[in-house]
């Protein structure tokens, strides 16, 4: 990560009134005092305000110089030189035992994440934390206590309707562009907005809806990470939110971000995890879950048996899923409104692609595809998958013309998912790739740029 110059120690340096070379002499005079002979000059200081960090009894030094001139004690993070805490990697894996456990973690995930620490972006998935909270959530021993803080920004509802309001608005513009599009601005507006709001003062009501929309605004930069292809921030982010809907007390919401999080489990190879993540989305959730829900879980269930090769399986999760969605009776939590006709139909579509079976594959993709385009990263995935049971079908001309119709409709998508749909496709092609149709699409297909 590049360094970032300087600011504070310019300014304390103007306060001071000390150049660059006053500044190094009186440096060398206190570490004279200290004992220590050092050599710094005016090259050194310019070196400083470029971000650089020296030794822990020379920042001292500095401190005390500055401290000296203007009168007022100066500290290390007065002049921009606190080391950055080291953040460890196995943060946001554990379920927090307590609302405030999640509040706090996730304050430090949006900052460590905005900073790009190298520690969490490359930070692995951590296969235990899926069952891990999964049962947490399971087991839970009853609501949590949500009392008004006696100090801290004051919350209302006008501030969570705000909120929603603002991650709609994040959650359009990744539908549209993919998760790289707006991330990192989502990131930004849930640590300066929805942190303090989370850690300030509010009634249990208001507490228990803000902690809903926490909830909902951190799965959906969970979403936008995992599509950016940040998997272990993703995953860090779902197990926080997960938490924060318990806070919230709302069964449906934490069962749909477990139902996320299955999504996510298959999509990595975790078969065996993403099938029981689903099952205990629809354990969790229990009787008081929609129709809709539940069968977008059994839905996850299936894409998770397809992919693992569970054929017997998958068709009887697949079945559920089918007469539960008819079962619908539209009394249905706002943040799963997406799963319509043609959500199931490409949820189906991705299920026969896993096993094979080509004309159904075709079929429900076609259906799958949404009416008025307003999709265009789901309709992508979906195409892909279509392309995919031309091939499966000996359809070859088809499935590239397909897939190329896929590729040039997501020209806008900033999406490792999506490009990762087109890898998948194009390796499926090798066999073929002396043809003239596949030497035409790989030849358009190397200039994409979906990630």
């Not at 949006?110 to 972006?121: F, I």
């Not at 959650?171 to 599009?181: E, M, S």
């Not at 689903?278 to 048996?305: D, I, N, P, V, Y």
Request: glycine share 8%; with cysteine.
């Amino acid at each position: 990560m590049a360094k970032q110059p300087n600011e504070r120690l310019r300014v304390a340096m103007l306060e001071a009134g000390l150049s660059n070379k006053s500044l190094a002499r009186a440096v060398r005079v206190a570490a004279a005092e200290r004992g220590r002979r050092v050599s710094y000059d005016h090259t050194s200081v310019t070196r400083w305000f470029a971000g650089g960090i020296p030794r822990s009894d020379t920042v001292e030094a500095l401190c005390d110089v500055l401290s000296a001139r203007v009168g007022r004690r100066v500290t290390a993070d007065d002049i921009g030189m606190t080391r950055p805490k080291a953040i460890d990697p196995a943060l946001g894996l554990v379920y927090p035992d307590t609302v405030d456990g999640a509040i706090h973690t996730l304050a430090e995930l949006w900052s460590a994440d905005l900073a790009d620490d190298s520690a969490l972006a490359s930070a692995a998935v951590g296969a235990a934390a899926w069952p891990e909270a999964s049962l947490a959530w399971l087991v839970r021993a009853g609501r949590d206590e949500i009392g008004v803080r006696a100090e801290g920004l004051a919350v209302g509802q006008n501030d969570v309707v705000a909120l929603r309001s603002t991650a709609a608005t994040f959650a359009a513009l990744d539908n549209q562009f993919g998760g790289r599009h707006a991330r990192r601005a989502l990131v930004e507006f849930l640590r300066t907005d929805l942190a303090p709001m989370l850690a300030g003062k509010y009634s249990s009501s208001v507490g228990r809806d803000l902690l809903a929309a926490g909830a909902e605004a951190t799965m959906l930069a969970a979403w936008m990470s995992y599509d950016a292809g940040l998997h272990g921030i993703a995953q860090r982010y779902f197990v926080q939110g997960l938490r924060l809907a318990q806070g919230a007390d709302n069964p449906l919401l934490a069962a749909t971000i477990l139902d996320a999080m299955s999504h996510q489990a298959t999509f990595l190879g975790r078969f065996r995890e993403a099938a029981n993540l689903a099952r205990a989305a629809g354990t969790g959730a229990g009787a008081s879950a929609t129709a809709t829900l539940k069968s977008h879980f059994r839905a996850m269930e299936a894409r998770a048996l397809a992919a693992a090769g569970d054929v017997v399986g998958t068709h009887r999760a697949l079945s559920d899923a089918v007469h539960l969605f008819e079962a619908r009776d539209g009394d249905d939590p706002s943040w799963i409104s997406y799963v319509d006709d043609a959500e199931l139909a490409a949820e189906l579509a991705h299920c026969y692609r896993d096993i094979g079976r080509a004309q159904d594959t075709i079929r429900y993709a076609q259906i799958g595809l949404t009416p008025d385009g307003s999709s265009p990263r789901s309709d992508y995935f979906v195409t892909m998958v279509l392309a995919t049971g031309h091939l499966q079908a000996g359809e070859l001309d088809a499935a590239c013309e397909v897939a190329q119709r896929g590729i040039d409709a997501a020209a806008r998508l900033k999406s490792a998912r999506a490009a990762e749909y087109l890898r998948q496709f194009r390796a499926k092609l090798a066999p073929y790739e002396a043809t003239a149709a596949v030497a035409s699409f790989n030849e358009r297909a190397t200039l994409a740029r979906l990630s």
